[in-house]
């Protein structure tokens, strides 16, 4: 020990002690400076690869392994797999029962608060969509991450007539691109029209609640613990955010307008050819803003908590940098991948996917 003349060695030292006694009861800094020292504490990497980034919560994510865009009956089936970049555990997904004719992708990914689970929100919809077909029906389906359990817990049918069948008949939308927003408890999509889905995480049950009719280009968000509406003008000068006011009522949500942010002052204009029909918009700091209209990689506006226009998003060396903005929440965390007993058994948690790599 230090001040004994004996030198301190961790590398002698089994990993399960080094990481379920040591590290976890560290903070994610020290972690960090942890690698420096400790070749097998170095971070994993992504190789390029042929899959995406589908869901992120609480330092967990699930990633794909194999192109989703481009299937032909030859193809390898796509792997869906948990992981934890920080730990290093990874864990292959329980996935819906295949069924001839339909695809599946998932909603959304959140943590089950009666038995503290982390599920995921799986769709399973008919490949092709057609309005005369009566049996047309979309399945939800959730499945425990460690489990290999699926369970049914609803479905949406042309047949059924209600306003919340018919927008789960027309299916959620795919994580990857749209993950849902997290509010008190519940996954939230905007969906076109004039309804917002809502998944209670805890009762798993689907219910409707009502949005602004008036929007242009909108976009959901929680800002400051409050759920939000932020509307992009036609000519894309100005920003308005709304927030909901009796969130959860019985009634209808009232909606009421907080501020508006101007964005006609911002320098060098953005070409029209290169302009998203709809803007990728991103909380930051509970109130803050990140708004990106170009296609690709391209330069991130910056607003404060008041609407004000704070600048472009710059290098440490103040230079305007181009980015792509991601709606999915990365930290780091040392949450275990809470696998079930046989699981761990088998040494799932060590069996990475093949992009996949400790260095």
């Known amino acids: 020990m230090p001040g004994h003349g004996v030198e301190t060695v961790l590398d002698d030292l089994p990993e399960s002690i080094v990481v379920d006694e040591i590290l976890v009861r560290l903070p994610a800094r020290d972690i960090m400076r942890c690698r ?15 899959g995406r980034l589908l869901a992120a919560l609480d330092g967990l994510i699930i990633v794909s392994h194999g192109s989703m865009s481009v299937r032909t009956p030859s193809s390898p089936p796509v792997k869906f797999f948990i992981c934890n970049p920080v730990t290093r555990e990874c864990a292959p997904l329980g996935t819906p029962p295949s069924q001839h004719g339909f695809m599946h992708h998932i909603a959304g990914l959140y943590r089950h608060q009666p038995s ?20 047309y029906t979309t399945f939800y389906y959730v499945v425990a991450v460690g489990s290999s359990d699926i369970r049914c817990i609803a479905e949406g049918s042309i047949a059924q007539t209600t306003p919340l069948e018919t927008a789960l008949c027309k299916g959620l939308p795919d994580s990857s691109g749209c ?26 049950t689907f219910w409707l609640m009502g949005r602004l009719f008036q929007l242009y280009f909108h976009q959901l968000l929680e800002m400051d613990g409050t759920l939000a509406l932020c509307s992009v003008s036609p000519e894309q000068m100005t920003v308005d955010v709304w927030v909901v006011q009796n969130y959860g009522a019985e009634t209808t949500e009232t909606w009421s307008f907080k501020h508006q942010i101007n ?15 709809f803007p990728r918009m991103v909380v930051l700091n509970n109130g803050e803003l990140l708004i990106q209209f170009i296609r690709g990689c391209g330069p991130v506006l910056h607003c404060g908590i008041d609407g004000k226009f704070l600048g472009y998003v710059k290098s440490k060396d103040g230079q305007v940098i181009g980015l792509w903005i991601t709606k999915h929440y990365l930290q780091e965390s040392l949450i275990p991948l809470p696998l079930s007993r046989e699981m761990r058994e088998e040494d799932s948690a060590t069996q990475g996917p093949p992009f996949f790599v400790g260095l």
């Open 116 to 135: 503290g689970e982390y599920r995921v929100l799986w769709v399973s919809t008919p490949r092709y969509f057609d309005r005369a077909d009566t049996a």
């Open 36 to 50: 420096c020292v400790r070749q097998q504490q170095l971070c994993p990497v992504v190789r390029t690869y042929s």
């Open 263 to 277: 964005l006609s002052g911002v320098d060098d204009p953005i070409p029209r050819s290169w302009v998203m029909r």
């Open 179 to 204: 993950p849902p927003v997290h509010h008190r408890g519940s996954l939230h999509w905007g969906l076109p029209g004039r309804s917002i889905v809502v998944f209670n995480t805890a009762a798993e």
